[in-house]
């Protein structure tokens, strides 16, 4: 089956910075690759999410890039603000179902 | 409008016992799925559906059966509850295909004594 995995799993930045998460996937099959913030005690939310015949994405303040020859996508946060402090997955998936990353813990230092 | 809702949000039960877990959705979406969230672990697919009246399995189905009776509800059963099923379930359920937005559950605490 699919493997995700996802790099770092923590991360502090000041507030006004960038955060990068990255993550690789393992199936060739996977041809969707959302993300998800969850905050403390709530359910995870789609933040943005890409097709495998896209190769970038972006939502104001947030990016996402696809390497389909490499299996590996990212996630881009310009600009932090004390709200993006939150558990961000990755995940990979068919038309069936979804494999998630372990999650990445971003800080936003003010 | 309520979304997906889960029942209960929270349970202890001690090692041995059964229950069900109840998962509703009304937005009209064919495919739903069961997770289990443990730290360091992201989320992890038990048993996933299709439609009504069809299950699969995902990466960790042992020690679970499931039903999708009607279209709205999903259905999560512990037979013979382990402390290695301490954990948080969240509930998911997408339009049409796996490659659509999931919306999930508030998810429920069950904690194995």
Same mark, same amino acid.
């Given at each position: 089956g699919e493997n995700v995995e996802q790099h770092p799993s923590t991360l502090s930045v000041q507030e006004g910075d960038s955060a990068v998460i990255k993550c690789t996937y393992s199936d060739s099959a996977s041809n969707y690759f959302p993300w998800y913030k969850q905050e403390l005690g709530k359910r995870p939310q789609l933040i943005i999410d890409i097709r495998s015949n896209v190769g970038e994405k972006k939502d104001q303040r947030i990016a996402v890039t696809l390497n389909k020859t490499a299996k590996h996508f990212s996630l881009h946060i310009t600009e932090t603000q004390p709200e993006d402090s939150a558990v961000y997955f990755c995940a990979a998936g068919d038309d069936y179902k979804l494999s998630f990353g372990a999650g990445t813990t971003v800080t936003v230092r003010a | 409008?309520?979304? /997906? @809702?889960?029942?209960?949000?929270?349970? #202890?039960?001690? @090692?041995?016992?059964?229950? @069900? !877990?109840? +998962?509703?959705?009304?937005?009209?979406? $064919?495919?739903?799925?069961?997770?289990?969230?443990? %730290?360091?672990?992201?989320?992890?697919?038990?048993?996933?559906? #299709?439609? $009504?009246?069809?299950? &699969?399995?995902?990466? /960790? %189905?042992?020690?679970?059966? /499931?039903?999708?009776?009607?279209?709205?509800?999903?259905? !999560?059963? !512990?037979? *013979?509850? &382990? %402390? *290695?099923? @301490?954990? /948080?379930?969240? +509930?998911? *359920?997408?339009? *049409?295909?796996? &490659?659509? $937005?999931?919306?999930?559950? %508030?998810?429920?605490?069950?904690?194995v004594t």
């Open positions: - | 409008n309520a979304g /997906v @809702t889960q029942t209960p949000k929270f349970r #202890v039960l001690k @090692t041995g016992q059964s229950m @069900t !877990l109840l +998962c509703a959705q009304d937005m009209n979406h $064919e495919y739903m799925y069961w997770y289990r969230q443990d %730290p360091g672990m992201g989320l992890r697919l038990i048993h996933y559906s #299709v439609g $009504e009246g069809t299950t &699969a399995k995902g990466e /960790v %189905p042992d020690g679970y059966n /499931v039903s999708r009776l009607k279209k709205q509800n999903f259905l !999560l059963g !512990l037979e *013979s509850a &382990a %402390p *290695s099923q @301490t954990s /948080v379930y969240f +509930c998911a *359920s997408s339009l *049409s295909s796996g &490659a659509y $937005e999931q919306y999930f559950g %508030p998810g429920t605490r069950l904690t």
